[in-house]
Every structure is written in structure tokens, then in C-alpha cells.
């Protein structure tokens, strides 16, 4: 526990407490917690980071924004808005409506120029299907909008019509607030503090923190373990595939 | 001490000791080292890293050779024929000295695509500046070649004819080996166990710990301060901007 007692010792206990002993029970046994998968998309279940990195940096780079790709990185997952914001903040420029506007249309051109080389993460298709086959609830949850989701989306054989997917369209508050895992519980129908989130980046693990769900980190994204595990990650995997390989570490029984 | 401890606990004193006690000295009082900086080029003075990742991922991807993006931003910095060897190792093809060319011509063909949006990390113009007027002696080792490194060098203003540049056509062994640091001190004119190693790698900071330098590791390639610290980093900063505000603490007394 100490790796965790830097950023959120007091309420780390919360989630814990809750996911063994509160209420989050679907299979009629009071002494069992039924465990529900939220993914985060983009690095988690599909390799697009690294493009949807250079694409902010080309946007930014166009409007005079001028910032070291790492940067971008370390921030990636995040609401673009809020990013944006924030680094528009520390360069002294005024988050318009109009600019905000540009560089959202400056990213899609430049992201959708590399769209071709984007594919699943190992594994994802595998591992949603095998949850799916022992009906083990799960959602997608993504800070993404749906026009840059869906064909992610039909790579990993995903229907929107059957499977639950929320997206930034969705909510008001993208991550790290917690609103996209909480929409996704509430569609599955299934209580926040019995849920997995399993994600790329800080961001998701610190949206896990705040709604009491628990976070699993995967190393797809490109952040390292360590910043990973001093945001709150139970655990951490390399990708979908070996989260597959330990599923039942967190609380994938089959 | 500690966390060295996984990875090199008995061999980590020698350099210490010998940076502290040893031959190095070009002031004449036998009791003070000077200091010699000797820089990785890519992610350490020129913001490329990304842009290298994901022009081997094309290059690999166009060979059937199926990599997820993080694996291959894991590896860059090592010698380009090492790290190809590794990959097409796991995946079971033979690495020919024709597949090796193809590899290294895509490779090329795809980053120069983006070398437009290429430019020196904030302060390293700076940086190699302020120990020029301080007379301080650096050099530039990198594991690229001279045709992808030229321009690089322009835009930092290094000018070959002056300043001491090591690339990879001038060894045998790229990094992890530390055939192209061994070769900059000596050019120098310095003994290597009074040198500092920058790099944003950890292939930076073995090859450091091999030739019995002191490795400093910058985030700006975008690996995590846990990485470069287990891999034998002194001290790890953020970016050149960042080092030249503390250099006072790695030797570089003005």
C-alpha cells in the first residue's frame, strides 16, 4: 500500500472496502461480488496513441502552440478540451470557442492521414469475447468522440447496437472526471464500486479513484509502469492480451 | 542506493569511486574532476522520438512484421540493426542483410515525411552554449546515421568541423554498447570515467554504466523517470531547459 500513499491514502480504502463487502451483487449470493469491466479505447483496446499524439502535435504546432512531444503524450486520454486548455494556459493563449474549434478539425485531418496504421492491441478482440462468452458485463468508455471511435469500434467487431459505448458526445465532463464510467455502469446496469476500469493512462486510473471503481493499468499506451501504479492501479498488464492470460486475478472468473 | 540495487549493485561503486578519485583531471589540482558532457542526440537534444517510432512501425508493418507501437518506442535508441535482430527474432524471420536494407530505407522514407516537425528540445541551443563559454568539453554521441542526424546538427547550429560528433557509421557496436561514448571521450581528449552520459533511454544509461560513465536521463523521449532510474540514471530531468537550470549538480560548475 505504501506506493499508494502519496496521492490518495485516505480514500484508497473506500473502493476496497466497498468492492469486497458492499453492494455491488448480481448472482443472488450476498457473499460474492460480480465484477463488471469499464475499457478505456484508444491504448487500451486499440494501438492509437502514438498517431493521436503527433496529430495534436501538427494542431497545436499549426496554431503556434509550440510543445515538446512528451508533453502531449503525458496528457493524452485526458478530455482534449481540458488539454488544450491547460496548455493553452501555460502559453498564454485564450481558449476561444473558434481556436478550440481549429484545432479539434486540425487534429481529426492530421489523425485521419495516419488512421491507416491504427489496429487492435493484441488480444482485445480475445479478451471481449471472452468475457462476453462467460457474461461477464462490460462497456467501452473512451474521451473520444464517436466520429474518431467507430471505426476503432468496427476493427475490434464491436456493435454499438448490442454492446455498451459511451463516448465524449455523451457526457459533459470527459476524464479524469469520472462521468463516462459512470454513464457505462449505470447502462450496464451494474453498481460503480463493482467495476474494473482498465486503462492506458493516469487519467483513467484517477476517474476510477474518484467513482470508487477500481483501476487495472495496461502499458499499451506507452506511460510506464510506476506512473501507473502511483495513480491508483491495482495492477498493471502489459496489454489486453496478457490482462487475458491473469484475468482472474481481477475478478475475471470464467 | 536502493533502487540500483536490482540491476548493478556491484558494479555501480566503480564509477562513483572513480569520478571521485580517479584519473580525470584537466585543471591540474589533482584533488577537482572536470567534467565532460557527452550528449545522445534523438529525445535528448532534438524532439524525434515520436516521429522514429512510428516510421519503424510502418517500416516493420510493410514487412508483415506486426509490432504494437509502445514496443518499438521501448526499444528506439538502441542500434536500429539490434532492436530490428530482436523483433524479427521473436517473430520468427530471418534477419538478412536484404531485410535489413528494406527496413532501413522504409524506415528512412517514412521519418522524412514528418522531419518537418522535428525541432531542438527547448534549451539545448542553450545548454551546449553555456558549456562552450564555459569551457566545459561536450560531444554528441548518437546511434542514428549521418544522414538522418545532418540535419538535426544544423538546427542545434553544431557544425561537425568544430564540434565532436560520433554516429553510428563511425563504430562498430551502436548503444547499448558504449563504443560510441568510449570513441567521443577519446576525440575529447578526456578520460571516460570523468564523463556524464545525457540520454532519454535506457540504452543511454546501460551503455553509461558499462564504459563507467554516469548516465543523466532526460524525459523528453518520453520513457518514465522509474525506467531511467533502474537503469543506473544519477539524476533524471526533465528536458535540456530543465538540466541547464541544475548543472551545477552533474559536474557542470561554471
Same mark, same amino acid.
Given at each position: ?53 503527433? !496529430? ?19 496528457? #493524452? ?14 502559453? +498564454?493563449?485564450?481558449? =476561444? ?15 485521419? /492521414? ?21 457474461? #461477464?458485463?462490460?462497456? #467501452? ?6 466520429? =474518431? ?5 468496427? !476493427? ?27 454513464? !457505462? ?35 499499451? +499506451?506507452?506511460? +510506464?509502469?510506476?506512473?501507473?501504479? /502511483?495513480?491508483? !492501479?491495482? /495492477? ?19
Amino acid at each position: 500500500m505504501a506506493k499508494l500513499s502519496t496521492n490518495m491514502s485516505h480514500s484508497f480504502a473506500g473502493p476496497v472496502f466497498q468492492a469486497f463487502f458492499g453492494t455491488a451483487n448480481l448472482t443472488g449470493n450476498p457473499m460474492h461480488i460480480q465484477t463488471s469491466f469499464l475499457f478505456d479505447l484508444d491504448g487500451t483496446l486499440v494501438d492509437s496513441v502514438y498517431q493521436h499524439v503527433l !496529430a495534436w502535435m501538427e494542431a497545436l504546432d499549426a496554431e503556434g502552440v509550440e510543445l515538446s512531444v512528451w508533453r502531449i503524450h503525458r496528457k #493524452i486520454g485526458m478530455s482534449g478540451g481540458l488539454f488544450v486548455d491547460q496548455f493553452l494556459r501555460e502559453t +498564454g493563449l485564450t481558449p =476561444t470557442p473558434e481556436l478550440l474549434n481549429r484545432l479539434r478539425e486540425r487534429h481529426a485531418a492530421a489523425y485521419n /492521414r495516419n488512421v491507416h496504421m491504427v489496429k487492435p492491441l493484441p488480444g482485445s478482440r480475445e479478451l471481449l469475447a471472452a468475457l462476453s462468452e462467460a457474461g #461477464i458485463p462490460w462497456a #467501452i468508455a473512451t474521451s473520444g468522440r464517436i466520429e =474518431t471511435a467507430k471505426p476503432n469500434l468496427d !476493427a475490434l467487431g464491436v456493435d454499438t447496437a448490442k454492446n455498451v459505448v459511451i463516448t465524449r458526445d455523451m457526457v459533459q465532463y470527459a476524464k479524469p472526471d469520472p462521468d463516462l464510467f459512470l454513464t !457505462a455502469a449505470e447502462r450496464l446496469g451494474v453498481p460503480i464500486d463493482s467495476c474494473i476500469v482498465v486503462g492506458d493512462s493516469i487519467w483513467d486510473m484517477l476517474a476510477a479513484l474518484r467513482c470508487r471503481a477500481l483501476g487495472v493499468g495496461l502499458l499499451s +499506451g506507452g506511460y +510506464g509502469q510506476d506512473e501507473l501504479e /502511483r495513480s491508483g !492501479a491495482m /495492477r498493471v498488464y502489459e496489454d489486453p492480451k496478457d490482462l487475458l492470460k491473469h484475468l482472474d486475478e481481477v475478478g475475471g472468473r470464467r
